[in-house]
């Protein structure tokens, strides 16, 4: 159940009102990006920290937008891969998942 809520200073108030069977709910809440202000260094850690983070988010991003080689420049699948490659087909055959 989707409902509107406005945020006002620590508490949600709901738009129109609504009666919950228990105390305390569990509840997912989607802000508008433009809406939150991030704190760069929230837990206070030295710069050299942050700094160490932010190149290895940076090498992460690299990796996860660099191009896949053409599939004739891959190397060829060793015999333990194509070992787990069959165990993982089995396993899921086994399952009923093929």
């Known amino acids: ?27 997912l809440v989607t802000v508008e990006d433009s809406e939150v202000e991030l704190d760069e260094n929230s837990y206070n850690l030295p710069p050299e920290i942050i700094e160490a983070a932010r190149a290895m988010r940076a090498r992460f991003d690299a990796i996860l937008q660099a191009p896949l080689p053409p599939d004739d420049e891959l190397p060829e699948l060793t015999p333990k891969q194509l070992e787990r490659i069959a165990a993982f087909d089995l396993r899921d055959e086994t399952k009923g998942l093929r």
Do not use: C, S
């Not at 509107?4 to 228990?22: M, N, S, T």
């Open 1 to 27: 159940m989707q409902v509107e809520a406005i945020y006002d200073q620590g508490r949600l108030e709901f738009a129109v009102p609504l009666r919950l069977k228990h105390n305390r709910v569990r509840m």
